[in-house]
């Protein structure tokens, strides 16, 4: 069974960053699509950002783009998000999700971790 674990999340001020990780195990990383989303309080859980198995494909939702930064190291079957100035409307629960298909984009994710809360203040 592959387990997903977030950790990085914090309160922080507008404008600084943060860097999400996320490690897998139990299961072939290297082969995964992996992707971040996030929920804020009140709202759908939204896609925030998508990389391909090998690492040279990315994809990001359109309030996150320059300013969040996915990357992977796969021999540590770990994926990163790393969140630069940071806004309010950032604040949200972030979780990590992996598609065993690799196919890239997807919207299909088989695993999910339980999240890392986000809070930005103003």
């Known amino acids: 069974q592959v387990q997903l674990v977030e950790s990085g999340g914090g309160l922080v001020q507008a404008g600084s960053s943060l860097r999400l990780s996320c490690a897998a195990s139990g299961g072939t990383f290297s082969t995964y699509v992996m992707g971040w989303f996030r929920r804020a309080p009140g709202k759908e859980r939204e896609f925030v950002s998508a990389i391909s198995w090998r690492g040279t494909t990315t994809d990001y939702e359109d309030s996150v783009k320059g300013r969040f930064t996915i990357s992977r190291d796969n021999a540590k079957n770990t994926v990163y998000l790393q969140m630069n100035s940071l806004r309010p409307e950032d604040t949200a629960v972030y979780y990590c999700?992996?598609?065993?298909?690799?196919?890239?984009?997807?919207?299909?994710?088989?695993?999910w971790g339980l999240g890392t809360q986000v809070t930005v203040s103003s």
């Open positions: 999700a992996a598609d065993r298909r690799g196919i890239f984009p997807t919207n299909q994710y088989d695993y």
